[in-house]
């Protein structure tokens, strides 16, 4: 079984732990996802399932053992219990942590912030799935004068999505299929509420930057490309971050146990970005690519 193909689970999974996130990685120090230095904090479990995702190990809001082959001593005490593994084969992907573990884990770094106009984004996995529990946290780093930002594809009620993005100096939104009937059969994505939330928050003058992966055959064609942009277009909203495809998630789809489904995709050109990326400046558009 492909892991894209495993069962869809919803937004509320998570939703009753209040005040413990279920996390499966903290990244310090880094330049994407945002301004400045930043930490990045993964949330996991995510309802779509985007055959390109790199964060596999996102997909399941379950702790998640794997085990390394490469690292097995084959000793055997792992076939009473996996804690028992001298080596270090078995990992666990994903841990519970409360708001104050996890306020202090992300300030070791508040000088970075600082220095750099940096701060701390909420990543996933989609964050919208532990909304109350990353509204409250932002709200405590904002309190603190931090830097806060999101990445989302904004699949949600807006009555969870409101509270976090007004917690939130940017919010990082993809946009993929536009497509209502493609989004929903390719990635179980509400595409028709994707983008009344977006516009909500764009309303609301919340500082939204939209992002388009470029995936080939998914998301990369000219016609999706032309729809995001003439959505865009009647708003305020001048900048677009692209997010070529790349193979990187490979390793974790195999370390999981699934296969991936995107073996064959070859990721974008230059040119193929290059022509994507003139289109939208020739509509008025400051382009990034990457994060
Ligand atoms: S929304 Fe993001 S985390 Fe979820 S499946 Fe798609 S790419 Fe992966």
Request: proline letters at 8%.
């Given at each position: 079984m492909t892991l894209s193909a495993a069962p869809r689970i919803t937004c509320e999974v998570l939703e009753t732990r209040a005040d413990t996130a279920r996390i499966f990685n903290i990244q310090r120090?880094?330049?994407?996802?945002?301004?400045g230095i930043r930490t990045v904090v993964f949330f996991k479990g995510c309802p779509?399932?985007?055959?390109?995702?790199?964060?596999?190990?996102?997909?399941?809001p379950a702790i998640q053992t794997v085990r390394r082959e490469s690292k097995c001593?084959?000793?055997?005490p792992c076939l009473r219990d996996?804690?028992?593994?001298?080596?270090?084969?078995f990992e666990r992907i994903g841990r519970d942590i409360t708001l104050e573990q996890l306020e202090r884990e992300v300030l070791k770094d508040e000088i970075f912030y600082r220095t750099s106009g940096g701060g701390v984004t909420l990543s996933g996995g989609e964050v919208l799935m532990q909304a109350g529990f990353a509204t409250r946290f932002l709200k405590r780093l904002r309190q603190a004068g931090l830097h806060t930002a999101i990445e989302t594809a904004?699949?949600?009620p807006l009555s969870r999505l409101l509270p976090l993005a007004q917690q939130c100096d940017e919010v990082l939104f993809d946009l993929k299929i536009m497509d209502p009937a493609r989004a929903q059969a390719v990635v179980k994505m509400d595409q028709p509420r994707v983008m009344e939330n977006f516009l909500a928050l764009v309303r609301e003058g919340i500082n939204v930057i939209p992002r388009l992966p470029l995936i080939p055959g998914f998301t990369q064609e000219e016609e999706n490309v032309r729809q995001v942009l003439a959505f865009l277009a009647p708003t305020s909203i001048r900048e677009l971050h692209l997010l070529p495809f790349h193979q990187y998630g490979e390793p974790k789809y195999r370390l999981l146990g699934g296969?991936?489904?995107?073996?064959a995709c070859v990721p974008p050109t230059a040119e193929e970005i290059a022509r994507v990326r003139s289109k939208a400046e020739a509509e008025g558009f400051h382009v990034t690519t990457g994060g």
């Open positions: 120090y880094s330049l994407n996802d945002g301004q779509h399932r985007c055959p390109w995702c790199a964060n596999p190990e996102s997909l399941s001593l084959h000793c055997a996996a804690d028992e593994c001298p080596s270090g084969a904004g699949d949600a296969e991936w489904a995107m073996k």
